[in-house]
């Protein structure tokens, strides 16, 4: 079972995911499954899913009704399971799959998953606002087990230098760092599956910001890139990331990923429009402009963070076409987690 320092940090109101019986927040740090007709999440303690059972249904194919969809299709012929989405369910039932007794591994654990980036298939890049990375070992096992992640950005690390990446359990990615030096909080991190190869872009900037470039085959290299914005009234972090794309870009093009916290309530995406109570309006329209610029497209419309419910952790890119599906999943934090599907080909490293 996880521990209770995981249970603890997660903010209950925050998530999209509350368990369908107790109304409390479902995150990774603790077991839950996914009804595969309403898609609602249960914690398996408050639906008396003892750990063997739990263990049995995450090796099944077969679908998990909840108690009230259960009683539901006793009394229907024709259950309507084609109501589900698919993607919803393909995404998030792998959660449903994990040990509810593992915990975090060590490196040398011969169990541990093998690198997730198959040649041939999507990459699936999350987006994960941590608070603490450190301090969730049992949490971010759940989610690196759970979701597979090829590539990972990560912010509000909060890491410092006294942790080595080892520390980190992400023996099958290539771990590249940017740590807040001046002071406690913040810090980004973008993780890649290691048998892709990939290498950090040196840039000068003051603020939280870290690239890092895949180099692929027969199209443009991609960039990725991993922004943290520390609070809503910041006016220099936004000049400062598309300064660093500036000069990155002057010289040649590439595919662009970006994605991070970037603390604009402000923006409903869904309709492209500012809020009512938009605080720092120029600021926003900003940011879409200079997004525009660099013909980036926003991927996530659904709010990422609640009460009060804004979509805070974006991801955005130039190549939208070759996005293959966008869901938002559980979170380690009081953020849930934006995750992308991106068809690229990018070079690989053979092992093993
Ligand atoms: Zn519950
Ligand atoms: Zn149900």
């Known amino acids: 079972m996880a521990s209770s320092t995981d249970a603890n940090i997660s903010n209950e109101n925050s998530t999209l995911y509350l368990c369908g019986c107790c109304k409390h927040a479902v995150t990774w740090a603790t077991p839950a499954i996914l009804c595969d007709v309403c898609a609602t999440w249960y914690h398996t ?56 007794n593992s915990e975090p591994r060590h490196t040398s654990s011969p169990s541990k998953p093998k690198p997730s980036w198959t040649k041939g298939k999507p990459l699936k890049i999350i987006n994960v606002n941590c608070q603490f990375l450190s301090g969730k070992k049992g949490a971010w096992a759940h989610l690196l087990e759970g979701a597979r992640p090829d590539i990972v950005i990560a912010t509000e690390t909060w890491l410092d230098r006294t942790i080595t990446n080892n520390e980190l359990e992400m ?29 950090v872009i040196r840039t000068t900037t003051t603020a939280e910001i870290l690239w890092v470039k895949l180099s692929c085959q027969g199209q443009r290299d991609l960039i990725i890139g991993a922004f943290y914005r520390p609070r809503v009234s910041d006016k220099t972090s936004i000049p400062e990331l598309f300064s660093t794309m500036d000069n990155l870009t002057t010289r040649r093009a590439y595919d662009i990923f970006l994605g991070g916290d970037f603390n604009l309530p402000g923006w409903d995406w869904r309709s492209l429009s500012l809020k009512p109570n938009c605080p720092y ?32 952790d974006l991801m955005l890119t130039n190549i939208s076409l070759r996005v293959n599906k966008t869901t938002i999943i559980p979170g380690i934090s009081d953020h849930d987690i934006p995750l992308v599907e991106l068809s690229l080909k990018p070079h690989h490293i053979y092992q093993e």
């Open 171 to 199: 023996p099958h990615h290539t771990v590249y760092r940017r740590d807040r030096t001046s002071g406690p909080g913040g810090g980004v991190m973008i993780a890649v599956a290691s048998n892709i190869r990939s290498s």
């Open 281 to 312: 309006p120029q600021v926003h329209r900003e940011f879409l402009e200079l997004t525009n610029t660099y013909e980036l497209k926003q991927l996530v419309e659904d709010p990422t963070r609640f009460c009060p419910s804004n979509t805070l």
């Open 45 to 100: 303690e408050c639906h008396n899913i003892n750990s063997d059972d739990y263990v049995k249904l995450g090796h099944s194919s077969a679908d998990w009704l909840c108690y009230l969809c259960d009683c539901d299709d006793r009394s229907q012929t024709n259950p309507s399971y084609h109501t589900l989405s698919d993607s919803i369910h393909s995404t998030l039932s792998s959660i449903s799959s994990l040990d509810p």
